[in-house]
C-alpha cells in the first residue's frame, strides 16, 4: 500500500511539473541545472580550482587526429627512431612529385635546391650539412624522418608545419632525388605487415 501511495505522489508531483503553459512556467526541481550561468573562454570562474573558464587538457592527452611521437630530441633517440621507423608508402612518382613541392617550400630556404647546404639562409645561419655528405648519407629514412619531426642543432621541428605523410614524402625526395638512393623502398618492405 506504502508502494501505491509514493507511486501516487511520484506521478502527482511529474504531472505539476509538466503543466507549463507561457503565461504560467512550470515548477523547476533544480533551476541552476537548467540555466547555469554561461562564462568566456577567458574570463575568471569561480566554480574551477584555479578560477580560469580555459581549462588545460589532462595530461597525456592526444589531440584528435594526432599520433604520439615518442622519440626525444638527442643522438640516442635520433638513432633509435633511425632503426625502428620505417615509410609507411612507397616511392611513387606522385610521391617524389609532392615530396620536391615540400621540399621546396619548407627546406629549400636553408638546405639548398639541390641539398648542398646553400641555400639563401644559409650565409646568415651556420649552413646546415650537405645531403651528400657522408654522415647525412648514412642516416636512414627513419633518421631523416626523426630529424624533420624533432629538429636538429639550428634547425627546428617541422611536426607543426608537415603532417607525418608530407615528411615522409619530404624524406622520399630527398633519398630518392637529392641523395641518389634507391633503398626507400626497401626499407618500406622491411617493415612488413
Same mark, same amino acid.
Not at 52 to 66: D, F, H, K, S
Given at each position: 500500500?506504502?508502494?501505491?501511495?509514493?507511486?501516487?505522489? #511520484?506521478?502527482?508531483?511529474?504531472?505539476?511539473?509538466?503543466? +507549463?503553459?507561457? &503565461?504560467?512556467?512550470?515548477?523547476?526541481?533544480? /533551476?541552476?541545472?537548467?540555466?547555469?550561468?554561461?562564462?568566456?573562454?577567458?574570463?575568471?570562474? /569561480?566554480?574551477?580550482? @584555479?578560477?580560469?573558464?580555459? &581549462?588545460?587538457?589532462?595530461?597525456?592527452?592526444? +589531440?584528435?587526429? &594526432?599520433?604520439?611521437? *615518442?622519440?626525444?630530441?638527442?643522438?640516442? !633517440? +635520433?638513432?633509435?627512431?633511425?632503426?625502428?621507423? *620505417? %615509410?609507411?608508402?612507397?616511392?611513387?612518382? =606522385?610521391?617524389?612529385?609532392?615530396?620536391? !613541392?615540400?621540399?621546396?617550400?619548407?627546406?629549400?630556404?636553408? *638546405?639548398?635546391?639541390?641539398?648542398?647546404? @646553400?641555400? %639563401?639562409?644559409?650565409?646568415?645561419? /651556420?649552413? %646546415?650539412?650537405?645531403?651528400?655528405?657522408?654522415?647525412?648519407?648514412?642516416?636512414? %629514412?627513419? =633518421?631523416?624522418? *626523426?630529424?624533420?619531426?624533432?629538429?636538429?642543432?639550428?634547425?627546428?621541428?617541422?611536426?607543426?608545419?608537415?603532417?607525418?605523410?608530407?615528411?615522409?614524402?619530404?624524406?622520399?625526395?630527398? =633519398?630518392?632525388?637529392?641523395? #641518389?638512393? @634507391? @633503398?626507400?623502398?626497401?626499407? &618500406?618492405?622491411?617493415?612488413?605487415?
Amino acid at each position: 500500500m506504502a508502494l501505491l501511495l509514493g507511486a501516487a505522489a #511520484g506521478a502527482g508531483t511529474m504531472t505539476v511539473g509538466c503543466g +507549463a503553459r507561457p &503565461q504560467k512556467p512550470a515548477y523547476e526541481y533544480m /533551476p541552476d541545472m537548467a540555466r547555469g550561468p554561461a562564462y568566456k573562454a577567458y574570463a575568471p570562474n /569561480p566554480a574551477t580550482r @584555479d578560477g580560469l573558464t580555459l &581549462q588545460a587538457p589532462v595530461p597525456g592527452t592526444i +589531440a584528435r587526429g &594526432q599520433r604520439p611521437f *615518442h622519440y626525444g630530441r638527442d643522438e640516442k !633517440e +635520433a638513432i633509435r627512431a633511425g632503426n625502428e621507423l *620505417h %615509410p609507411p608508402m612507397p616511392v611513387t612518382a =606522385r610521391t617524389l612529385r609532392e615530396g620536391e !613541392e615540400l621540399y621546396q617550400t619548407y627546406c629549400a630556404v636553408c *638546405h639548398g635546391a639541390k641539398g648542398k647546404g @646553400d641555400g %639563401p639562409l644559409a650565409g646568415k645561419i /651556420p649552413p %646546415p650539412p650537405a645531403y651528400t655528405s657522408t654522415r647525412v648519407l648514412d642516416f636512414s %629514412p627513419g =633518421r631523416l624522418f *626523426h630529424v624533420i619531426t624533432m629538429g636538429s642543432g639550428k634547425m627546428g621541428s617541422y611536426a607543426g608545419q608537415l603532417s607525418p605523410g608530407e615528411r615522409w614524402k619530404v624524406v622520399a625526395f630527398v =633519398r630518392t632525388s637529392l641523395q #641518389g638512393r @634507391d @633503398d626507400f623502398n626497401s626499407q &618500406q618492405a622491411a617493415k612488413g605487415p
